[in-house]
């Protein structure tokens, strides 16, 4: 699955729900626990295969559409299965309102696949035209 913008992610930031300077997450994901549907998922419950706690967006920025953060770090990510993509949400506390943004696991993200060793791992963005991603 190549990366790409959830539907209910660009519906949400055109009708107003979702606002980039609020509060922005991303997870670690084991692609062969699940396999996206951008048009069908929703809601970060319809999720399978979240390797690592979700990490808070630091350092937001955004011109002419173009999202971008500070690198991503896991800190001390237990030992597991390889991670290949990474879940971009609007944070809830509840996982059945927390609305799926996207998911990248190509081109937006530097260092995937990774497979934690205990250690921290950190994500870097791309610093090509699209950043983390592009409305």
Same mark, same amino acid.
């Given at each position: 699955?190549?990366?790409?913008?959830?539907?209910?992610?660009?519906?949400?930031?055109? %009708?107003?729900?979702?606002?980039?300077?609020?509060?922005?997450?991303?997870?670690?994901?084991?692609?062969?626990?699940? *396999?996206?549907?951008? !048009?069908?998922?929703? &809601?970060?419950?319809?999720?399978?295969?979240?390797?690592?706690?979700?990490?808070? &967006?630091?350092?937001?920025?955004?011109?002419?559409?173009?999202? =971008? !953060?500070?690198? !991503?770090?896991?800190? *001390?990510?237990?030992?597991?299965?390889?991670?290949?993509?990474?879940?971009?949400?609007?944070?809830?506390?509840?996982? +059945? +309102? !927390?609305?799926?943004?996207?998911?990248?696991?190509?081109? =937006?993200? *530097?260092?995937?696949?990774? *497979?934690? =060793?205990?250690?921290?791992? +950190? %994500?870097?963005?791309? +610093?090509?035209?699209?950043? %983390?991603?592009?409305?």
């Amino acid at each position: 699955m190549a990366a790409g913008l959830y539907d209910s992610g660009r519906e949400g930031f055109l %009708v107003g729900e979702i606002d980039w300077d609020g509060p922005i997450r991303v997870s670690l994901i084991d692609e062969a626990l699940y *396999t996206p549907s951008l !048009a069908n998922h929703k &809601f970060v419950n319809q999720v399978a295969g979240i390797i690592a706690n979700s990490v808070n &967006f630091t350092g937001k920025t955004n011109a002419a559409g173009v999202a =971008n !953060a500070a690198s !991503a770090v896991f800190s *001390t990510v237990p030992l597991g299965n390889a991670c290949a993509g990474l879940l971009i949400y609007q944070w809830a506390a509840d996982s +059945t +309102t !927390a609305r799926l943004i996207a998911y990248i696991n190509t081109g =937006n993200a *530097t260092g995937l696949p990774v *497979t934690p =060793n205990g250690g921290d791992i +950190t %994500v870097n963005w791309d +610093t090509g035209a699209n950043k %983390v991603f592009k409305l």
